[in-house]
């Protein structure tokens, strides 16, 4: 980079001809016109996020550092979540080895427990009637009584 | 500056001198929602960011938009403006960051516009210069000039194209865009450096 102060002469008066390429006088007044006609409609007023960003482009470290606190803060939750989800699986099930998940968290898949429903196709041979669910055969209220098979006492 | 205040800003005493309002009065009016007194900060320096930006896009209408949401841009942002540098390096600033993204996001979609903007050199003392009886180019025209000049251009990465338009084409110092793009003035040399030996190659036509 030690190179000779004339050496790029003749380029640095050829980019100089650019300073020639001039927008006409009106254009910016029009220009300064539409810019303040903007601001007065409320496009100059600033939100919340107007104000991070504005600090942000001036100072693009305080970006980055921004965006690693929150990283940082995401990450953090997703890991502490996590290590809390399997201590409380570990606590739930004893072993720690399966996550025991209560029935409670999936309330859709609960079906309510009906009696069991016996043959009631034996009565009811055509498909599109819906038969009504009939209560069990057994009579769940009975007591279960131990039989003897011995005859003749 | 005989008769002025020795503590004053130079800004502000040039201001004065000139008997014009200061950019730094104009920015605390502006600080407390005078339209007018931000209007006047806009005529002031929009043909020099129009100039920037319409150099680094080479398109009309990108520089038009891009100009007018810099100082859109700048007068939200006009309550954190502490002064810690000139209004002028600050709002150039916004437009180099502006202008660098806006880049970044339509790389493949460059086109040259430049019907809208006059090209007036033919007068130009360096013009007839360059365009002397050694050169082979002596039968160019201004517009294939214009179009060279400005191909040569984008063929540039956004931050060299951004060091020669301010160096080259705005006569900023070195240390006014290491302040503007936000790096030291050894990173400013090297790249106008490098920016410049590719120009070199791309208009070896015209420097011969």
Sequence with gaps: MNSDPKEFDTLRKLMALKRHEQPPREYLDELSHSIRMRIERGEGRANIWDKLSAHFSLRPSLAYAFGLTVCG????????????????????????????????????????????????????????????????????????????????? | ?????????????????????????????????DVGAYDELVRRYQERIYATVYHMTSNHEDANDLVQETFIK????????????????????????????????????????LNDVDFNAENDPDLVALVSEKTPRRDLNMAELQDKLNGAMLKLSEHHRMVVTLHDIQGLSHEEIGEIMGCNIGTVRSRLFYARQQLQAYLTDYLK
């Design chain 2, 74 to 113: 700048a007068y939200r942002a006009l309550k954190t403006f502490k002064g810690d540098s000139s209004f002028y390096t600050w709002v150039y600033r916004i437009a180099v960051n502006k202008t660098i993204n806006f880049l970044k996001q339509r790389k493949n979609r460059l086109h040259m516009s």
């Design chain 1, 73 to 153: 803060a995401l990450s953090f939750s997703a890991f502490y979540m996590g290590k809390q989800e399997m201590t409380e699986a570990a606590d739930s099930s004893g072993s720690g080895t399966f996550r025991a998940v209560p029935v409670s968290a999936f309330p859709s898949q609960v079906q309510p427990v009906t009696p069991l429903h016996v043959a009631n196709w034996l009565r009811n041979t055509n498909p599109s009637v819906e038969s009504q669910p009939q209560l069990s055969l057994f009579n769940t209220s009975r007591q279960v009584v131990p039989v003897s098979y011995q005859t003749g006492y």
């Design chain 2, 1 to 33: 500056m005989a008769g002025l205040p020795s503590d004053l800003p130079e800004d502000e005493a040039e201001a004065l001198e000139n008997g014009k309002v200061s950019d730094l009065t104009l920015v605390q009016n502006a600080q407390r929602d």
